[in-house]
């Protein structure tokens, strides 16, 4: 099992706001950025924050991550029916020295 | 564009061995860390290794220390996991990934459709 928890699942109505957390500690998350990743059904996963709150070209701005300690949080504002995906935080382990994803959080649009 | 195409996966049995090639193109590939990235069905995402941009620093998951082996071809803008030992747990969709190194940290910024690898007999 993966050494970073998230929720199993969050759900909201369109146009509302949902946040995900993913807990770890000072070996990973505490001592080393976030990424966060959208899977949608059936694809391969893409990027959606890096360095903990930074967004590349192309993801719109609703989408925004940050942290504290040993956890890190993705948001996503004005929620669409095509944000529907499993989300997935990610860092590297300094002790394990080994890349590692959260245990991934599905996303239902209500 | 960046492309990045996985193949080699298919049928193996328990114990048996297969070799996965990821073929770059759209960038410099000998200038990019690579990673093997794979998701058992119905699983999450499991990292599995990483190999630096000359192929001098290697890291694996303690799920395939021992039985994987990734490596590069710079010259053919290749990837490869060679996978020996095989079982049934290493079924899984494998992605080939590309990690982007900013000044602070590396995330992997480009993905292949997958290729699928079943243990089975």
């Known amino acids: 099992q993966s050494v970073l928890t998230q929720p199993p699942s969050v759900s909201a109505a369109p146009g509302q706001k949902v946040t995900i957390s993913c807990s770890g500690s000072?070996?990973?998350?505490?001592?080393?950025?976030v990424s966060w990743y959208q899977q949608l059904p059936g694809t391969a996963p893409k990027v959606l924050i890096y360095?903990?709150?930074k967004r590349p070209s192309g993801i719109p701005d609703r989408f925004s991550g940050s942290k504290s300690g040993t956890s890190a949080t993705l948001g996503i504002t004005g929620l669409q029916t095509g944000d529907e995906a499993d989300y997935y935080c990610g860092t590297w382990n300094s002790s394990l020295t080994t890349y590692v994803f959260g245990t991934g959080t599905k996303v239902t649009v209500l | 564009e960046v492309q990045l195409v996985e193949s080699g996966g298919g049928l193996v049995q328990p114990g048996g061995s297969l070799r996965l090639s990821c073929a770059a193109s759209?960038?410099?590939?000998?200038?990019?860390?690579m990673n093997w990235v794979r998701q058992a069905p119905g699983r999450g995402l499991e990292w599995v290794s990483q190999i630096s941009d000359s192929g001098t620093t290697i890291y694996y998951a303690d799920s395939v220390k021992g039985r994987f082996t990734i490596s590069r071809d710079n010259a053919k803008n290749s990837l490869y996991l060679q996978m020996n030992s095989l079982r049934a747990e290493d079924t899984a969709v494998y992605y080939c990934?590309?990690?982007?190194?900013?000044?602070?940290?590396?995330?992997?910024?480009?993905w292949g459709q997958g290729t699928l690898v079943t243990v089975s007999s």
């Open positions: 990934a590309r990690s982007y190194c900013s000044s602070t940290s590396c995330y992997r910024d480009y």
């Open positions: 000072t070996s990973n998350i505490g001592n080393n950025y």
């Open positions: 759209g960038f410099t590939f000998s200038s990019y860390e």
């Open positions: 360095d903990n709150n």
